[in-house]
C-alpha cells in the first residue's frame, strides 16, 4: 500500500533568506486529493488556507493534525489532535536535518538518491499549461492555471515548497527535492497545478512492453496523481478552522519534534535491544 507520507515530499502542496523580504499577499485556499491512479477514492484530503500571516494545513480525511506556517518567524507548528501535544521547530532546523538525509542518500543508487539529487528534462505545453518532468526513476505531468498574481504564485510555491520538506521528515520518507523542482518550474511560469501525474519507482522507469497489462506496470511501478482546487479567498469555515487551530496552539502541551514523532522511543527501544 502506498503510504500518504510516503509520497507527500514528492506530492505537496523558496529560498530561506528569501523568506525575510516574504509577505502575503492574498488570503486564498486550495483543497487537494491524492489519489493512486487505479483507485477512485483519495487516500488524502487537505485543505492549505493562506492568510496574511500564516499558512494552515488541515487533513479532511483523518482529524490527526494541523501543520501551521508562519513565514514572517520562519516556523511550522505541528499539533497533533489525538494527543493534544503540539512541537514547534524553524526553517533552519528542518534544512539541517534535509542536509544530513541528502548525505545517506548519496551513492545508493536508488530512488532516494534520485530524489535527493534530481535531474529532469523539462517540456511545457503553452496552450493547454502542462508541464513535463522527465527522469530516470520519475515522470511528473503538471497541469496548471495562472494565479490571480505573480505574488500569488510565489506564495503557494513557498509554503509547498516547505511543506516537502516538512513531509521529508516522517521515517521512510523521501528527500523532497524532485518536488521542489517542480514547484519551481511551475512558479517560473506563474502557475499554480490543479493536477499533477506521477509515476516512479525503485528501479529506473521502463517503457511499456509489448503484451504487458496495467497490472504488470502496476508492480514495477507506482502511478498517483493529486487533484488541487483553487479559490480565490476563504470561508466562514475556513475562520472557524483556523480560530480552532490558533486557541490549540495556546492550550496543547508543547514537546519536542523527536517526542511528537516518537523518535525517542525508536531510540530507546534500539538502544535496549542492542544491549
Request: aromatic share 10%; hydrophobic share 40%; glycine share 6%.
Amino acid at each position: 500500500m502506498v503510504r500518504p507520507w510516503f509520497i507527500g515530499s514528492l506530492f505537496s502542496v523558496s529560498i530561506l533568506c528569501g523568506l525575510g523580504q516574504y509577505a502575503m499577499s492574498e488570503e486564498f485556499r486550495i483543497e487537494t486529493e491524492i489519489f493512486v491512479t487505479h483507485e477512485s477514492e483519495p487516500i488524502a484530503k487537505n485543505v492549505t488556507l493562506f492568510t496574511d500571516k500564516k499558512v494552515y494545513d488541515f487533513s479532511l480525511a483523518s482529524a490527526e493534525e494541523i501543520a501551521i506556517f508562519e513565514p514572517g518567524e520562519k516556523v511550522f507548528t505541528l499539533i497533533d489532535l489525538s494527543r493534544e501535544v503540539q512541537t514547534r521547530f524553524t526553517t533552519r532546523d528542518l534544512l539541517t536535518f534535509l542536509s544530513e538525509l541528502k548525505l545517506q542518500a548519496a551513492g545508493t543508487g536508488t530512488l532516494a538518491q534520485f530524489a535527493a539529487d534530481p535531474r529532469f528534462e523539462e517540456t511545457f505545453d503553452r496552450t493547454d499549461k502542462i508541464l513535463g518532468l522527465a527522469g530516470s526513476h520519475m515522470v511528473y505531468e503538471a497541469r496548471g492555471i495562472e494565479a490571480i498574481n505573480s505574488g500569488s504564485a510565489q506564495q503557494y510555491q513557498r509554503f509547498a515548497d516547505w511543506y516537502a520538506r516538512l513531509n521529508s521528515t516522517r521515517p521512510g520518507a523521501l528527500p523532497p527535492y524532485a518536488r521542489l523542482q517542480l514547484n519551481r518550474s511551475l512558479a517560473d511560469k506563474e502557475l499554480i497545478p490543479v493536477e499533477v501525474r506521477l509515476r516512479f519507482s525503485l528501479k529506473p522507469l521502463e517503457p511499456r512492453h509489448e503484451g504487458e497489462t496495467d497490472e504488470d506496470i502496476r508492480a514495477r511501478e507506482t502511478n498517483v496523481r493529486s487533484r488541487h482546487r483553487v479559490n480565490w479567498g476563504l470561508l466562514q469555515i475556513d475562520r472557524r478552522r483556523i480560530d480552532a487551530a490558533n486557541l490549540m496552539q495556546k492550550q496543547y502541551r508543547l514537546v519536542s519534534f523527536d517526542q511528537y514523532r516518537g523518535l525517542d522511543k525508536l531510540a530507546a527501544r534500539a538502544t535496549a535491544n542492542a544491549d
